[in-house]
């Protein structure tokens, strides 16, 4: 992997983690964003995420994720530009 590759998975990681515990301070206090895994062409990227709970928190949390995607999304064209 390129080192601006990884500078790119580095900033986009802190962008999103940033973005979600400012604006969903109370949703996002479980969510754990662990990696971001974006492909050498940048449209592509994995979020990895840990959850604190259990299982319940695990599904509640992965289903919450899914609805706020697409403004996930648009932060990391943004940050690409």
């Given at each position: 992997?390129?080192?601006?590759?990884?500078?790119?998975?580095?900033?986009?990681?802190?962008?999103?983690?940033?973005?979600?515990?400012t604006?969903?301070?109370?949703?996002?206090?479980?969510?754990?964003i662990?990696?971001?895994?974006?492909?050498?062409?940048?449209?592509?990227?994995?979020?990895?995420?840990?959850?604190?709970?259990?299982?319940?928190?695990?599904?509640?949390?992965?289903?919450?994720?899914e609805?706020?995607?697409?403004?996930?999304?648009?932060?990391?064209?943004?940050?690409?530009?």
């Amino acid at each position: 992997m390129s080192n601006r590759t990884l500078r790119i998975n580095e900033l986009i990681h802190r962008e999103i983690s940033a973005y979600l515990h400012t604006r969903y301070q109370g949703e996002a206090v479980r969510i754990t964003i662990t990696n971001v895994i974006v492909s050498p062409d940048l449209r592509e990227g994995r979020v990895f995420y840990s959850v604190v709970g259990g299982k319940s928190a695990e599904e509640e949390c992965g289903r919450w994720l899914e609805d706020k995607s697409g403004e996930i999304r648009q932060i990391g064209r943004a940050s690409c530009r």
